[in-house]
């Protein structure tokens, strides 16, 4: 496998979007025993003992680095020095490299499209790999420039094209999926010539995804960012009931949060 990776730097925006889910309170996974052997259902990430693909999709949007406004509201920049997002990120590979069964995937999206630092031959190519090659691939993430716009659609597509073209996804080593989106704000690629939020098409890339591998994925969401945003946090929550993961809000960035707290957990302890 060639492994690659690829900086961009665009310009800022966001924009309301409509988006339902069941409640207001943290989603619990829509089917928990179903992601992995029902025998033997692990409490904890450090417990997991089945193949494991961790995704890790994140935004790099211009909200990050520069002052936005939201109904009326000053936003301050979310994460500018990438405290939260490489310090959540790095805090958790760190805690769990030493597991083999898990690999690591990279995904960052801005402007109008989506990346990989973790790919075959091309960022569009996304694949997973083991520990070593995700710590190279943070250490380049802190290093990107933030900027552009908010594109939940190319990061979702190009999630399912990771997974599509795993070489693993339909061998006897049958893997489970863990894909984790980290945004601080709206998609900005679902929007039609009125200004209409098109939270159809949201659920149909959200499907699209979850069905390359019925029954092994699930999508977790992470909403970030001092000021809480209700319609941020309402969309996020509702992508991660569809998905079958967990929601989580950040607003201290120092809090110390982790993210095995979105990784769905299990009904029974394994015996």
Same mark, same amino acid.
């Given at each position: 496998?060639?492994?690659?990776?690829? $900086? %961009?730097?665009?310009?800022?925006?966001?924009?309301?979007?409509?988006?339902?889910?069941?409640?207001?309170?943290?989603?619990?996974?829509?089917?928990?025993?179903?992601?992995? *052997?029902?025998?033997?259902?692990?409490? %904890?990430?450090?417990? +997991?003992?089945?193949?494991?693909? $961790?995704?890790?999709?994140?935004?790099?949007?211009?909200?990050?680095?520069?002052?936005?406004?939201?109904?009326?509201?000053?936003?301050? =920049?979310?994460?500018?020095?990438?405290?939260?997002?490489?310090? =959540?990120?790095?805090?958790? $590979?760190?805690?769990?490299?030493?597991?083999?069964?898990?690999?690591?995937? $990279?995904?960052?999206?801005?402007?109008?499209?989506?990346?990989?630092?973790?790919?075959?031959?091309?960022?569009?190519?996304?694949?997973? #790999?083991?520990? &070593?090659?995700?710590?190279?691939?943070?250490?380049?993430?802190? /290093?990107?420039? *933030?900027?552009?716009?908010?594109?939940?659609?190319?990061? /979702?597509?190009? =999630?399912?094209?990771?997974?599509?073209?795993?070489? &693993?996804?339909?061998?006897?080593?049958? !893997?489970?999926?863990?894909?984790?989106? +980290?945004?601080?704000?709206?998609?900005?690629?679902?929007? &039609?010539?009125?200004?209409?939020?098109?939270?159809? =098409?949201?659920? #149909?890339? +959200?499907?699209?995804?979850?069905?390359?591998?019925?029954?092994?994925?699930?999508?977790?969401?992470?909403?970030?960012?001092?000021?809480?945003?209700?319609?941020?946090?309402?969309?996020?929550?509702? +992508?991660?009931?569809?998905?079958?993961?967990?929601?989580?809000?950040?607003?201290?960035?120092?809090?110390?949060?982790?993210? &095995?707290?979105?990784?769905?957990?299990?009904?029974? !302890?394994?015996?």
């Amino acid at each position: 496998m060639v492994l690659g990776f690829l $900086l %961009t730097s665009l310009l800022a925006a966001c924009s309301p979007v409509q988006f339902s889910a069941k409640s207001t309170d943290p989603v619990t996974p829509t089917d928990p025993s179903g992601i992995d *052997d029902p025998r033997c259902t692990p409490g %904890t990430v450090e417990e +997991i003992r089945r193949l494991t693909k $961790l995704l890790f999709v994140v935004d790099t949007s211009g909200s990050n680095v520069g002052t936005t406004s939201w109904m009326g509201s000053i936003i301050p =920049a979310t994460d500018p020095e990438k405290h939260f997002r490489f310090g =959540a990120l790095m805090d958790f $590979l760190v805690r769990y490299r030493h597991k083999t069964n898990f690999e690591w995937g $990279l995904i960052t999206f801005s402007g109008n499209h989506a990346q990989a630092y973790i790919h075959w031959d091309s960022p569009k190519r996304p694949a997973f #790999a083991g520990a &070593d090659v995700m710590a190279n691939a943070l250490h380049l993430f802190y /290093l990107e420039p *933030d900027g552009g716009m908010t594109p939940y659609g190319a990061a /979702l597509e190009l =999630a399912r094209v990771a997974i599509e073209n795993d070489p &693993d996804r339909q061998s006897n080593k049958n !893997p489970q999926y863990f894909v984790i989106l +980290i945004s601080d704000g709206f998609p900005t690629d679902y929007f &039609d010539h009125r200004d209409r939020f098109n939270d159809h =098409a949201l659920a #149909a890339d +959200i499907d699209a995804l979850l069905n390359v591998a019925p029954n092994q994925i699930r999508l977790s969401t992470i909403f970030y960012g001092q000021v809480l945003i209700p319609e941020a946090i309402h969309l996020l929550q509702g +992508i991660a009931y569809r998905g079958g993961g967990h929601f989580a809000t950040v607003r201290n960035l120092q809090s110390g949060f982790r993210i &095995d707290d979105v990784i769905p957990g299990q009904t029974e !302890p394994c015996q």
